[in-house]
């Protein structure tokens, strides 16, 4: 399908609102989109809550604007006076399209883009949600009923959207990319295994990213307890920690100790803490595991299947989107420790199927997740929902 032309003369301004940079699967995203967005086409400002995070150095070598709105919360006179000013700003500077990324910038950014009267408001939703609060999700069904369309990153959260009344039509489905050949030139993690102390032939079990209850890394554990005695050599990493966790560990990661103590697993298991060079770390591992809950479309899946690595997810969410078992990867039960161990154990002691596996998802991240792919889709989105802005409120879906 070829993309309508966009109104008017100059490219087409598009503000969009992150709560922050922090090193998060959204964030980064949207470090790919505004690196590649065609700047003949597109004029794209980024704003947040509060200008911090580790990928905001990113954000600033892009050359983007990047505007401020600090609050507290999302409610008070305070909010209220900032979503005035983000409307001001929006109708001054005659933006086209605002497209906010999650609860806290959905619940902000929604309503200043209706009350600026801007063509197109957008709303994402990047999860299925299953760990949210009953009284969160009515607010945030009610603020996307505002929007004239919800991007999701997953069939998995589209269809769960529907069930529960959202139109299909204002419903987009636009999957995460990856910059393979800035993902190819980062190489292995030199080094990694003398700074933590590891042999360097152990092979090595991780699980990556950020650490959340919802996350189910305690599930990981219990597994490797099972995995221990028939695999001697093998280490298992827990790498990273809580968005949060800015001065020390995170109290689920000091939970997560705990267990691993209890476990008799000092000695296997080592947790490396907030790291920025996860996609290098993932090309040293043996196994890639995620044990989530609630997942859209996973980052961390996307990263070692293009590293090269083997993966073994929970069948939750978008998983199944990214991993076809038993060709692309592995999937097992969320919760289920047993199966978890059984499904590395069959890697670990099948390294033929483990390299089958490994090329497969590979080349499906090639084929259906790159970065072009996300760019393209996203810009196409744009020009469709600004050409039919002012015909229906509606939203139609991207496609390939």
């Known amino acids: 399908m070829t993309a309508p032309p966009a109104a008017g003369d100059g490219p087409v301004r598009v503000l969009e609102f992150v709560p922050n940079f922090l090193f998060g699967g959204t964030e980064r995203q949207l470090i790919y989109l505004a690196r590649g967005v065609d700047r003949s086409r597109f004029q794209l400002d980024l704003a947040c809550f509060e200008r911090k995070g580790g990928l905001l150095a990113d954000a600033d070598r892009i050359g983007v604007p990047i505007r401020e709105y600090p609050i507290r919360r999302l409610y008070g006179y305070r909010t209220w006076r900032r979503q005035l000013a983000l409307a001001r700003d929006l109708r001054r500077e005659g933006v086209d399209i605002v497209h906010a990324h999650g609860f806290y910038a959905n619940g902000f950014a929604v309503p200043a883009g209706r009350l600026a009267r801007t063509p197109v408001v957008l709303a994402s939703i990047r999860d299925t949600r299953e760990n949210m609060s009953s009284g969160k999700k009515r607010f945030e069904n009610a603020v996307c009923r505002l929007a004239d369309g919800v991007v999701v ?3 998995a959260t589209r269809r769960l959207l529907v069930a529960e009344g959202y139109d299909p039509s204002r419903v987009a489905v636009v999957y995460n990319g990856i910059d393979l050949a800035a993902f190819d030139r980062m190489g292995r993690a030199a080094g990694l295994r003398q700074e933590l102390g590891l042999a360097a032939d152990a092979p090595l079990v991780g699980v990556l990213g950020r650490l959340a209850p919802h996350k189910g890394v305690e599930y990981f554990l219990d597994a490797a307890a099972t995995l221990a005695s ?3 050599t093998v280490r298992f990493l827990v ?3 809580s968005l949060n966790a800015d001065q020390g560990s995170s109290a689920y990661r000091q939970q997560l100790e705990r267990r691993a103590a209890d476990l008799g697993l ?3 298991v080592v947790f490396t803490g907030f790291r920025t ?15 989530s809950f609630v997942e859209g479309l996973s980052n961390v899946l996307l990263e070692s299947m293009a590293a090269g690595v083997p993966v073994v997810a929970t069948s939750v969410s978008g998983n199944p989107e990214l991993v076809q078992d ?6 097992v039960p969320p919760g289920d420790a047993p199966a978890l161990a059984a499904a590395v154990d069959r890697i670990l002691r099948d390294p033929t199927l483990g390299q089958r596996l490994a090329r497969a998802g590979r080349r499906q991240v090639e ?3 790159s970065l072009d792919r996300l760019i393209r889709e996203t810009e196409q989105l744009y020009l469709c929902a600004l050409a039919s802005a002012r015909r229906r409120p509606m939203l139609r879906r991207a496609t390939a």
């Open 239 to 241: 790498v990273g920690d």
């Open 153 to 155: 990153n997953a069939e």
């Open 326 to 331: 038993g060709e692309t990867g592995l999937l």
């Open 266 to 268: 000092a000695r296997r």
């Open 230 to 232: 028939a695999h001697p």
């Open 367 to 369: 084929e259906r997740f």
């Open 277 to 291: 060079d996860i996609p290098a770390v993932a090309r040293e591992l043996t196994v890639s595991v995620l044990t």
